[in-house]
């Protein structure tokens, strides 16, 4: 006997109150909570409202677990459709069965139309929920070892995985003869504990990444793609739960390769600042206390309290002004700086003075296409001279 070895659950479902509660669907939930409480305090370091995650979250979950399905359904419709088949049981998302790019693909169409409703950057969200994702990926990969499902090929490792001959009569729960669970011969791969550390491992790399380098428009995002695909890749082969197969190979292994070729191209052609946003009506000027007023009665609360409340919608503003805002309340004005700071963030912001003098729009654009290119300046200083201009 390997005293070593992972023991595995002999129960998935319990009844309370005479209604199932199954261990996938918990850890479904809470790998949903996690993601968002993480997505939550990003968003807030970047300027949203308070719980704007879950007004987004309405959205992302329900469109990931509708297009986590689907691909499941895509790539292994034997056990649904055509002869043999049980077609009511697509609907079964309790059994298991949820692809994880048709959850990432729906979600992120969900987190979209979300992301609209609220007038948020769309790469703010992607940004701010990239390290969270895996996290939650991480608990989701316990319910499928409480169903003792997704295990890899046979293995005389330390840590090898004890798996439960599961009672198909009695679903949730492993078969037993004279008292005792059945086993299965040998030890697995442990593949669900292997995708679980190496996702928590992505979570690291990005949340580290993205505090050094303050990754903007999706860069973060397209980094966690980038680190889950190569790890999802070679645990993917050690897997030996049915799965249809191209020239050999299971075919989750080439949609790992496609897209981790297709975030590398995102990564590596897209640049741009770490976008921030304050509200499209955050005051310009401090506000003038009344005469019949006395200091005390001067509201120097800050725009803390106006975050509570969700905008109507969101300008991007440079981290300087964005910084500004929150330390007192007021935005300060765009300089060309800014607004091509902005402007290579992903930003739209509007010359405020049209009649200004000429050529400061054209300069601000080439500055913006410059800052996303990852230049730090512009040939010919144009934007620093017309600053110059204005300040006389």
């Known amino acids: 006997m390997n005293y070593a070895a992972i023991p595995s659950p ?36 970047r300027g949203a409202a308070r719980w704007a995650s879950l ?27 055509g002869a043999g088949g049980d077609p009511i049981r697509a609907f079964y998302i309790w059994e298991g069965g949820l692809g994880i790019w048709g959850a990432v693909l729906g979600g992120a169409v969900g987190a979209w139309l979300g992301a609209r409703q609220l007038g948020l950057p769309f790469g703010v969200v992607a940004d701010s929920l990239a390290p969270g994702l895996p996290v939650g990926q991480a608990l989701g990969r316990l319910g499928n070892w409480f169903n003792n499902e997704l295990y890899g090929k046979e293995t005389t490792l330390p840590w090898g995985l004890e798996v439960h001959d599961m009672d198909r009569s009695n679903p949730g729960h ?57 790890g999802r890749g070679w645990i993917e082969m050690l897997r030996v739960d049915e799965a249809n197969h191209l020239l050999g190979i299971r075919i989750n292994v080439f949609t790992s390769i496609v897209v981790f070729l297709g975030a590398l191209i995102y990564f590596l052609l897209v640049r741009g600042p770490r976008a921030y946003v304050v509200p499209d009506d955050a005051p310009e000027t401090a506000p003038e206390p009344s005469a019949a007023s006395d200091v005390s009665q001067v509201d120097v609360s800050g725009p803390a309290d106006a975050r509570d409340a969700p905008p109507k919608g969101y300008q991007v503003v440079s981290e ?47 500055t913006g296409a410059a800052a996303g290119a990852g230049r730090d300046t512009v040939p010919g200083g144009d934007v620093e001279q017309e600053s110059r201009k204005d300040e006389r």
Not at 188 to 199: A, G, K, R, S, V
Not at 349 to 356: K, Q
């Open 55 to 81: 007004d987004i979250a309405v959205w992302a979950v329900p469109f990931g677990i509708v297009g986590a399905r689907l691909y499941h359904l895509i790539t292994s419709p034997q056990d649904y459709f």
């Open 320 to 366: 300087a002004r964005f910084q500004a805002y929150r330390r007192t309340g007021v935005l300060p004005p765009d300089t060309p700086q800014d607004m091509a700071e902005e402007i290579a963030a992903g930003g739209h912001p509007v010359e405020r003075d049209p009649a200004g003098p000429a050529g400061v729009e054209e300069a601000v654009l080439a």
């Open 174 to 230: 492993a078969t037993v003869i004279d008292g005792q669970a059945v086993t299965l011969p040998d030890l697995y791969h442990p593949t669900f504990l292997y995708e679980l550390l190496w996702n928590l491992g992505v979570a690291l790399l990005v949340w580290l990444a993205d505090r050094k380098f303050k990754f903007g428009r999706g860069r973060a995002f397209a980094l966690y793609v980038m680190a889950y695909t190569l």
């Open 10 to 45: 002999t129960t998935s479902v319990w009844h309370v109150l005479g209604l199932p509660v199954r261990a996938y669907a918990i850890c479904i939930v809470l790998g949903i909570v996690a993601s968002c409480l993480i997505m939550e305090y990003r968003l807030r370091s």
